[in-house]
């Protein structure tokens, strides 16, 4: 267990708390690592040395404890605090703090070298490494994210609806897109679950599609998109929707 996945600090949040949680029944140890992930045009993460980015929090986060054990149901909280100095550009800067079960970490570096020795072993996919977010914020404030570039399409049986999630300011869009069908009257006749983005600083926006069946949209119906912004440093931003008729 690991809360939240997302600490934003800024100028009235200079620190903050992660909880670190032992679902298991044995004890285990944890290590926290930072990391730092840049972002490509159609959202996939990879990684970078922390000092490397230009806008790297390494250096203006204290993070606290590194390494603990926990017994199988025990919690242990991170503190997680910022320094600013004054001389710091204002920008949103970042790190991930990648939170390390030492003890399946392990388990999984014996079945690699016991299928590496050609023995007999059972491959089991270990999670070992979940991930928080951190971005700390000075003098700039979110401002969250736009739908555009709608299109509607046939194809087959589907009805296809395209669009882009653009990203506002400078700071990352954290937002939940969900597609719904709108009724003549303006009701909400269905929507499907949301699904979670996030966009970087480094990008702009990101392309988005949707398909449904052509025979749950009726006569004058529309196919939408809405746009829930879910930034826990921003909660007073409204939701944006958008309609391909």
């Known amino acids: 267990m690991l809360t939240p996945g997302t600490l934003v600090l ?27 992930f840049v972002q490509a045009p159609n959202g996939q993460l ?9 806008n790297s929090a390494l250096e203006l986060l204290r993070v606290g404890p590194r390494r603990f054990a926990l017994a199988g ?33 392990a388990a999984r570096a014996e079945v690699v070298q016991a299928k590496a020795s050609h023995s007999l072993g059972v491959v ?6 979940r991930g928080v977010r951190v971005l700390l914020r000075h003098q700039v404030v979110p401002e969250g994210g736009r739908l555009v ?11 296809v609806l395209g669009f882009d999630v653009q990203r506002l300011g ?3 869009l954290l937002a939940r897109v969900v597609p719904f069908i709108r009724g003549p009257d303006g009701q909400e006749l269905k929507s499907w679950p949301a699904i979670g983005t996030t966009i970087y600083a480094e990008q ?8 449904v069946l052509a025979d749950e949209l009726r006569q004058g119906a529309s196919l939408c998109v809405r746009l829930e912004h879910s930034d ?9 929707e958008a309609c391909a008729p």
């Open 46 to 54: 990879s990684a970078r040395l922390p000092e490397t980015p230009s």
């Open 232 to 240: 826990p440093g921003a909660p007073q931003l409204p939701a944006v």
């Open 204 to 211: 702009t926006h990101r392309h988005f599609e949707t398909r």
């Open 124 to 129: 089991i996919p270990f999670n070992v490494a």
């Open 149 to 159: 570039e709608l299109t509607r399409s046939r194809e087959g049986s589907n009805v």
């Open 170 to 172: 400078v700071t990352s």
């Open 10 to 36: 800024d100028g009235a949040t200079r620190s903050g708390e992660i909880t670190v949680g032992n679902p298991g029944e044995a004890v285990a140890t944890f290590r926290v690592d930072n990391a730092f």
């Open 73 to 105: 149901g025990e919690g242990q909280t991170v503190r997680v605090a910022a320094r600013v100095p004054r001389e710091l550009a204002p920008g949103e800067y970042r790190l991930h703090l990648a939170v390390t079960n030492l003890a399946e970490q």
